[in-house]
């Protein structure tokens, strides 16, 4: 089966620039996660999407971040503005349940300069 | 809340050399716990995991025992090769949600 897509690979901004993420989970796969990982430490769960119904956002900066999932299929991140600090590497996972294991994507990494 | 605690690395091995990387955890209820490894390069890929007290997960000569009276599940493998070069990362899955927590990772070199 295909793996998660995620687009674009890399990304290079100004801070105060926008910035969107793009994820096509596995067919069929209900569960969708965006986890953002900082050099040096481990993926940190952003926000969880059932179909097209949010499970949990509680650590994602609300304030510039913000991620859809129209339709309950693929699902868009976006940064506006970015600081520096949203340097990272932005990896979305999707899994059958919530209760099931997860596949991820390969990622993006964003550069804030 | 869940939190996860690994050792901090880089971690410096030569080929056949025995490996250990500790990870211990914080969790209400009982979580199933993971070992994920990431390549240079590409995404993160589940390497084992265990599902309750006593499992023991095992992949590709690598294994891990689910201890829960010392809240452990250290990654072990007996004889490390150049291709297990990559980043180790403990993690585990709990709560109402099922989201999975992550440690801070391991970089693993082996030399040959």
Not at chain 1, 23 to 30: K, Q, T, V
Not at chain 1, 66 to 74: C, I, M, Q, T
Not at chain 2, 33 to 48: D, R
Request: with cysteine; glycine share 10%.
């Amino acid at each position: 089966e295909a793996g998660v897509a995620q687009s674009p690979r890399y990304k290079i901004i100004e801070k105060r620039q926008s910035v969107a993420f793009w994820c096509n989970p596995i067919s069929g796969h209900a569960t969708l996660y965006w986890y953002q990982q900082i050099l040096g430490q481990g993926p940190k769960l952003l926000i969880q999407f059932q179909n097209n119904g949010v499970v949990d956002d509680s650590q994602l900066p609300k304030d510039r971040f913000s991620a859809e999932r129209l339709k309950g299929v693929d699902s868009t991140l976006k940064i506006q503005p970015a600081k520096l600090e949203d340097s990272a590497v932005y990896l979305c996972a999707s899994s059958l349940g919530s209760g099931n294991g997860y596949t991820f994507g390969s990622g993006t990494r964003l550069t804030v300069v | 809340g869940d939190s996860v605690t690994q050792m901090e690395g880089p971690v410096t091995l030569s080929e056949e050399a025995f490996l250990t990387i500790n990870c211990t955890y914080t969790a209400t209820g009982y979580p199933s716990l993971f070992w994920y490894v990431q390549y240079p390069g590409e995404g993160l890929q589940l390497l084992l995991k265990a599902t309750k007290a006593d499992d023991k997960g095992s992949n590709k000569g690598f294994e891990a025992t689910y201890r829960k009276e010392t809240t452990s599940f250290h990654l072990e493998k007996g004889s490390v090769q150049v291709s297990d070069s990559a980043v180790y990362f403990c993690a585990l899955r709990g709560g109402s949600n099922y989201k999975l927590t992550f440690g801070k990772g391991t970089l693993l070199t082996v030399n040959p």
